[in-house]
């Protein structure tokens, strides 16, 4: 067994995706979505989020080994050390304050099935899913001929990460702590209340725009409103990118990036709010979102033994 695989996830708080990842970002077969049961007791949630990787361990053929297993899991989270300190948010309350990646690393270690398939001792490694589209999309897509590239994602939230020479700058060098900017203050408020879904329909509400969609197709139906040539709607996704060029600003220029690539669900209406450049530092757009933050997951192993 020569060949290696990362089983990956990207877990979110109502499904988990699961893939195979090769040591290239190829997916072996399928990514699989399998419910994320993130109002579960403790034990269920380990016991389940063990299952998968039993199940997705089962899934690789004979002649790969299983480097380890990669989770992209929402914060807060002590990635450093592995421990979940999710609270207050409806999901994954029951495992705070536990040390995820001891618990999952012990018990896949059991797993008869997988015994022998691994190609050291069994492994766990966790990041920030922001952090993971960044080292996937550095790796494997937008932004690998770059030696410093900041990596937003614009959904629900916005998630924020900063490579340079291929590794997560998490602390100086003209980056916020963690790499996080959700958290920093912008108006009268923070950023992740303004450069997000809930950002812009915010601004739909400011600007008096009705017939406004309720629920999770709001922004995309939006956008196509946009592009129908609707004026107000135009503007209001023009406002949108002039915000969101205000706050990376101060970023831009004390990172000093070669590039900025844009993922997440918001970015598929890129091309209204963002041009080819911010402060002339070229743009570029995530081409497969989906995937980024599983081949990231992979790269959590790369260099690191057999």
């Known amino acids: 067994m020569n060949d290696r695989v990362v089983l990956a996830f990207d877990v979110g708080g109502t499904y988990v995706k699961a893939g195979i990842v090769r040591s290239d970002g190829s997916i072996l077969d399928h990514v699989a979505v399998y419910p994320a049961r993130s109002g579960d007791t403790k034990e269920a949630l380990l016991r389940h989020f063990t299952a998968l990787i039993e199940m997705q361990g089962k899934r690789v053929p004979s002649e790969y ?9 929402p914060g807060p989270f002590d990635y450093d050390r592995g421990i979940c300190l999710t609270r207050g948010l409806n999901k994954f309350e029951a495992l705070y304050g536990v040390n995820l990646k001891d618990e999952l690393t ?22 920030n899913d922001a952090a993971l589209f960044a080292l996937g ?32 700058v998490k602390r100086g060098e003209g980056v916020p702590e963690e790499g996080w900017l959700y958290r920093l203050p912008y108006r009268d408020g923070v950023l992740d ?15 008096g725009i009705t017939r406004m969609a309720a629920g999770d197709e709001d922004v995309k139906l939006l956008a196509g409103r946009a592009r129908a040539g609707e004026w107000e709607v135009v503007q209001l996704f023009r406002e949108f990118g002039e915000r969101l060029t205000e706050a ?6 004390s990172f000093r990036p070669d590039a900025i690539v844009i993922g997440g669900q918001i970015a598929k209406s ?11 530092v ?25």
């Open 193 to 207: 209340d303004y450069i997000s879904r809930r950002g812009i329909v915010r601004l739909a509400e400011e600007r």
């Open 137 to 168: 999309e550095y790796a494997f897509g937008a932004g690998r001929s770059d030696e410093r590239t900041m990596y937003l994602t614009i959904g629900t939230g916005l998630g924020s990460a900063f490579i340079s020479r291929g590794r997560l």
């Open 248 to 253: 990376l600003l101060p970023f831009i220029r």
């Open 270 to 280: 890129a091309d209204l709010f963002v041009s080819d450049r911010m402060d002339n």
């Open 106 to 127: 012990a018990r896949m270690g059991a797993i008869p099935e997988l015994k022998g398939r691994w190609s050291g001792s069994p492994a766990v490694a966790i990041e």
């Open 282 to 306: 070229p743009v570029r757009i995530a081409a497969d979102m989906s995937l980024s933050a599983l081949r990231g997951a992979c790269r959590l192993f790369a260099g690191k033994g057999k």
């Open 65 to 73: 080994a299983i480097r380890g297993v990669g989770l992209a899991f």
